[in-house]
């Protein structure tokens, strides 16, 4: 009898543990709930590196990626593909090669920008690119700029 009483009680108090967890955590209109949070260090270097090994053309779906992006800075990335190599061109500039890296990710062969995508729930893309700003005087270190599309 004891034990029956001991087991109802352990449950009652496992029951109202998992509603008030659930109320804790529900997300509200005032309130919404952060699903992730990204930590970047400070001192990480900001780099744009062609791996060694890529991502097949044929593995990647690159009509999902095509089109043009409004970046944060204002500027436009445009996504087009000619054949089967692939291109990335920042407002009027010039076209450059890229390629896939990963999934959701490529990198341009001549180091001028990377770009990582995530595939929202509303069907737009989101993400972030690296652009590597050519210095004016040889010799000087490469600036990056980081910015996300819109």
């Known amino acids: 009898m004891k034990n029956l009483l001991l087991f109802a009680l352990l449950g009652l108090a496992c029951g109202a543990a998992a509603v008030a967890q659930t109320e804790q955590t529900a997300p509200t209109e005032q309130s919404p709930q952060v699903l992730d949070a ?12 062609v791996p060694a090994r890529r991502m097949p053309r044929y593995a990647i779906d690159f009509g999902a990626y095509q089109g043009a992006y409004d970046l944060s800075n204002g500027s436009v990335l445009q996504l087009s593909s000619q054949g089967r190599r692939m291109f990335a061109q920042l407002d009027d500039g010039e076209r450059t090669e890229i390629v896939g890296t990963a999934q959701h990710s490529f990198v341009a062969l ?4 990377q770009m990582r995508f995530e595939p929202r729930d509303s069907g737009q893309m989101g993400g972030e690119l690296l652009i590597a700003k050519t210095p004016a005087i040889a010799g000087e270190p490469v600036q990056y700029l980081l910015v996300s599309l819109r």
Do not use: T
């Open 38 to 49: 990204v930590k970047i260090p400070a001192n990480a270097p900001l780099v744009i590196e």
């Open 110 to 113: 001549d180091r001028s920008v």
